[in-house]
């Protein structure tokens, strides 16, 4: 029992930490631009279906940092020569634009690669399941292990630059007093242009791992990219350490609650309380907690705006 | 369930008013009633394919509108609806989603094309059969012959039947039957855990699982019974942790398409120690899915696999489709349901789909795979079936699958009577033309 649950768990932690692998870009470029990039799961899309296209031709390894690198290009282009020009009418048009593009993004993709799934695998060094874990009679899968690594060496590699090298204490300065930034001589709209490239490589190595650990098909991001909004209002938007929260937070959700046999007729039950089979609601609470999983993020959600609207870590109050 | 009938309702008074405004301008309104002529003339008959063409199951829809394209370029090069008469198929993509395919069966009326394919997805196939019964009542000089290939909720040839609709694949009662009755024999079954998607042909499976296992094998532990969402789910993991959890040594899934190479993929990352009984193994990417992993653990009940010897039926289109479009072919009901339709044209001599309707009741023939028979009763094709395991290429069993050095071999074949169950369908029939 303990095994399963533990195993239940590892697989809700690596799923969160790839949420927070997308949730990290779209929060960092919301708290330092105001803009909702709607694109961002496209982007992580993308990332998916370019590392799909590069392990085809120079194995995955290649991939794994090709795919960010070119999702970082695209990203500058986009904020240089697009987001940048929209700016000056404001957010709304940003928003759209951002909108639009994650269609254009989308339909290209199916253009090229087509409308079904492509055959993205897990590269064969890690295939099975991790060794010591297996000991203590937990299969976990060393790709998740790998995943987890990635998402975790990502978290501490931004930490570390947003904390402690000189570009992270502009872009920190840049989030809160843009103009005095600006006084002082440092190019703050390169700075944005940096930001909103780093994010979309950031979506595009969540892509890069998540695409062989799951599926690599258009329809990905549509599926991740409600989830991930989910991640970021919970956490508090521009909050990265209450996306880490609520990534993870979210991912044993799924986990858990996918399985789960509980019901209220079976908790009423157990509290010596049964209900009766022809009762108006029992067909309505015999629905297990795992026939509603899908509905359990958007739940959370509606929650958070309502008890705490500014998410559990946003310092925000609008 | 009341919704879905509304829903259908609104369509089909909205094809009402379409129709007749076509019937009106004096768009679609062909000979139909009157005496047949003498044979049938040469001519094009259109059926549009409506399944889905994009979003999570767009491979494997798109997969078999190949084998239905090819299969039509086949069977026209043989003429088998008689000298001139050719099958063109028109491709319709529904999503899988019930609503969507009302939209696209809407399309098809406007465009005049009588007769309909569907196979993925019951859901759809229920959208359909209500719709187009009620559109065929209210527009009879258009009625549309919906030629089911894959959807196999029992409801569609029992308490659902329609006089319009025509099953081409085993329903799961047969399905199941077959399958319990290979599991009665081996001890080794003792915790099953029953997986399905969560809408009718998922549901079915797990009620008549629990039902004919019950009678078959009372000892036999339900070890879970999960229903998830349709197409919905990317991660199985947390569903196998549960199944080893529940110690089960024995799954039983209507899964198909990517809810099943997916739920496969992650038992093998998982190293799940469990025989698998499916329907749709054999359907595309699941094969690959699969792998060495689950040799002699994973096995399929199917109307057809590629090495069942000595006959080896289909095997000349499989590898002829093999090479045009590097995908398995396996669907054989794309055969018998063109094959059935092409009777129906010859011995209705027309294509007015009332004739044709009347004139496929009944049919039977014998088909590569066995003898096949359209059940006149509930409009179910009666076929044989099989449960084959998968194994290693070698010996009789030689035939490879998605080049993964593996392939099916037969386990049990069950003849067509055997096969065959019973059906409550009390059909309402129009008039039979003079």
Not at chain 1, 185 to 201: D, E, K, Q, W, Y
Not at chain 2, 35 to 59: E, N, R
Not at chain 2, 255 to 275: H, S, T
Not at chain 2, 388 to 410: A, F, I
Request: hydrophobic share 45%; glycine share 8%.
């Amino acid at each position: 029992m303990l095994e399963a649950t533990l195993s239940q768990a590892l697989y809700g932690v690596s799923y969160g930490l790839l949420l927070f692998m997308l949730a990290a870009g779209l929060t960092l470029i919301f708290s330092m631009m105001g803009v909702l990039n709607f694109a961002h799961a496209s982007f992580y899309m993308l990332g998916a279906y370019i590392a799909y296209q590069f392990s085809t031709w120079f194995g995955f390894w290649i991939a794994l940092g090709a795919a960010p690198l070119m999702l970082f290009i695209l990203g500058v282009l986009v904020e240089r020569w697009g987001l940048r020009r929209v700016h000056k009418w404001g957010h709304v048009p940003e928003l759209l634009f951002t909108f639009g593009l994650s269609y254009i993004i989308v339909e290209l993709a199916q253009v090229i690669w087509g409308r079904a799934a492509v055959p993205y695998r897990v590269p064969s060094e890690l295939d099975g399941p991790v060794a010591w874990l297996q000991a203590l009679g937990i299969t976990f899968p060393q790709y998740r292990m790998f995943m987890m690594a990635v998402a975790v060496g990502m978290l501490v590699a931004i930490w570390l630059l947003l904390t402690r090298t000189r570009i992270g204490l502009v872009i920190q300065a840049a989030l809160t007093h843009p103009q005095q930034v600006e006084a002082l001589g440092h190019n703050v709209p390169r700075v944005f242009m940096l930001v909103f490239g780093g994010g979309s490589a950031l979506a595009g190595l969540a892509g890069v791992v998540g695409g062989n650990a799951f599926v690599t098909e258009p329809a990905m991001a549509g599926t991740v990219g409600a989830i991930v909004f989910v991640v970021i209002v919970v956490g508090g938007m521009g909050s990265l350490a209450g996306a880490f929260i609520a990534a993870l937070l979210i991912g044993l959700l799924e986990s858990f609650g996918k399985v789960s046999d509980l019901s209220v007729v079976k908790l009423l039950a157990s509290l010596g309380m049964p209900l009766a089979p022809d009762s108006t609601l029992y067909p309505v609470l015999t629905l297990t907690l795992s026939q509603v999983a899908p509905v359990l993020p958007y739940l959370v959600l509606v929650l958070i705006l309502i008890v705490r609207p500014k998410g559990l870590l946003g310092t925000r109050e609008d | 369930m009341s919704r879905r009938q509304a829903i259908a309702w609104v369509a089909a008074a909205t094809f009402a008013a379409v129709g007749s405004t076509a019937f009106a301008q004096g768009k679609a309104a062909p000979a139909a009633k009157g005496a047949p002529p003498p044979a049938v003339a040469a001519q094009t008959v259109k059926i549009a394919y409506v399944d889905p063409l994009s979003g999570p199951f767009a491979g494997v829809g798109t997969n078999l509108l190949r084998h239905f394209q090819f299969m039509s370029e086949q069977l026209n090069a043989q003429q088998v609806a008689g000298p001139g008469v050719k099958f063109e198929i028109v491709p319709f993509d529904n999503k899988a989603s019930p609503q969507e395919t009302l939209t696209q069966l809407k399309q098809v009326i406007d465009q005049g094309i009588r007769y309909v394919v569907q196979g993925q997805g019951s859901g759809a196939a229920l959208a359909l059969i209500d719709a187009i019964e009620k559109h065929n009542e209210r527009n009879p000089d258009q009625a549309i012959v919906f030629l089911n290939f894959a959807a196999v909720d029992p409801d569609l040839t029992n308490s659902k039947c329609s006089f319009w609709h025509f099953r081409f694949d085993a329903n799961t009662d047969m399905k199941m039957e077959a399958l319990t009755t290979f599991i009665k024999d081996r001890p080794e079954v003792k915790n099953v855990f029953l997986i399905n998607q969560n809408y009718s042909h998922g549901q079915q499976v797990s009620r008549v699982a629990k039902d004919l296992l019950g009678k078959k094998r009372p000892d036999v532990k339900i070890a879970g019974d999960d229903l998830h969402p349709l197409g919905q789910v990317r991660d199985f993991s947390p569903y196998i942790a549960k199944m080893r959890a529940a110690n089960a040594d024995t799954v039983i899934t209507g899964n198909w398409g990517p809810d099943l190479a997916l739920l496969v993929r992650a038992a093998r990352d998982a190293g799940l120690n469990a025989n698998f009984y499916t329907y749709y193994a054999g359907v595309l990417g699941t094969p690959t899915a699969i792998g060495a992993a689950g040799e002699n653990r994973m096995r399929q009940v199917s109307y057809w696999h590629p090495n069942i010897a000595p006959s080896y039926p289909y095997e000349q289109v499989a590898q002829d489709f093999k090479k045009r479009f590097n995908e398995e072919w396996y669907a054989v009901s794309t055969y018998t349901s063109l094959m059935t339709l092409a009777e129906g044209i010859k011995r209705a001599k027309s294509t007015d789909p009332l004739r044709v309707a009347y004139a496929m009741e009944g049919v039977k023939m014998s088909a590569p795979h066995g003898e096949i028979e359209m059940r006149a009763t509930d409009h179910q094709l009666l076929q044989p079936l099989w449960i084959s395991s998968w194994t290693k290429v070698g010996g009789p069993n030689k035939h490879d699958v998605e080049k993964t050095g593996y392939t099916w071999k037969t386990e049990a074949a069950y003849p067509t009577y055997v096969a065959s169950q019973p059906t409550s369908c009390q059909m309402k029939r129009p008039a039979r033309p003079q």
